[in-house]
């Protein structure tokens, strides 16, 4: 007399059950749970940690930086006189606040870190967004940031030498120093960046509010003689008038530089 395999009885008493009789457990063990929040935490994504105010930190502390302290003295060489030169300002003004409100509406619309690649990534495809990254990296960001390091460099070394030019190699030095520090701690944590960002922003802001009163203080001297004839000696030249308006807006950069990390703000709508 044959014997029936243990196993196959098994088996047909397993296909025997009904699926729908067999108990459902609807509340996941702990095991489950963990595993499940294992798996959220270890997927590849920017974590939201710019808040409110550092988000607002970023645009002014980027706008504020050494443009306003370099750019007047171009632009009041190519406008020629006072009066023109404020019309620039103002022309360039509005301009990069159209543009702002441009990029905060596209902000909000594509919820994408990377801002003008991003954008261009969706109109036009990768090919044209990659060149535009690729002259972004390569030419336009490299340029900027170590015109804003050696503005730096050279201001924080002319008060060891108030009698004499500083020594190139000196001011290069502390430039290279600079940007190799602040790219360590952009790479290191966003929290570091958003605080050295929040700290700058308010020296910043406070050298343009000395500033500011230090030029009421000289007009309540009496010292505003170069508004007299404001628009004396305009230049009529086209080409210093657009190297004027050039400097201005490069004063005004960027307005569009939250959007590149804008997958990192915890309310992007705000």
């Known amino acids: 007399m044959r014997t029936e395999n243990p196993r196959m009885a098994e088996l047909k008493e397993y296909k025997a059950v009904d699926p729908d009789q067999q108990p459902k457990n ?10 499940s929040s294992v798996n959220a935490d270890d997927t590849i994504n920017l974590k939201q940690k710019v808040t409110l105010v550092n988000g607002i930190t970023v645009i002014v502390g980027s706008i504020i930086g050494s443009g306003i302290f370099v750019s007047p003295k171009g632009v009041l060489d190519g406008a020629g006189s006072v009066g023109l030169s404020l019309i620039i300002w103002v022309l360039c003004g509005l301009f990069s606040m159209i543009g702002a409100w441009c990029y905060a509406e596209l902000g909000t619309m594509i919820m994408r870190s990377g801002a003008d690649y991003a954008y261009m990534f969706e109109a036009f495809g990768p090919f044209v967004a990659f060149l535009r990254l690729w ?20 201001y924080v070394i002319e008060p060891l030498f108030p009698d004499c030019d500083q020594p190139d190699t000196a001011v ?12 360590f701690i952009n ?51 086209v ?10 807006l490069f004063a005004y950069n960027g307005w569009n530089y939250l959007n590149f990390v804008i997958e990192e703000l915890k309310d992007p709508y705000k």
Not at 191 to 204: E, G, L, M, P, S
């Open 26 to 35: 609807t509340r996941n063990s702990p095991d489950d749970s963990d595993k």
């Open 239 to 248: 080409g210093k008038v657009s190297l004027a308006f050039y400097s201005g």
């Open 172 to 183: 290069r030095l502390l430039a290279a120093v600079c940007i190799l520090l602040l790219t």
């Open 187 to 237: 790479c290191f944590d966003v929290k570091w960046a958003t605080r050295v960002q929040d700290i700058f922003t308010y020296a910043k802001v406070l050298a343009l509010i000395l500033i500011i009163i230090t030029g009421f203080v000289q007009l309540g001297r009496q010292q505003f003689e170069n508004f007299q004839n404001p628009f004396e000696h305009t230049e009529t030249d």
């Open 135 to 154: 002259v972004e990296c390569m030419i336009v960001r490299p340029c900027s940031q170590a015109i804003v390091a050696l503005t730096f460099a050279y």
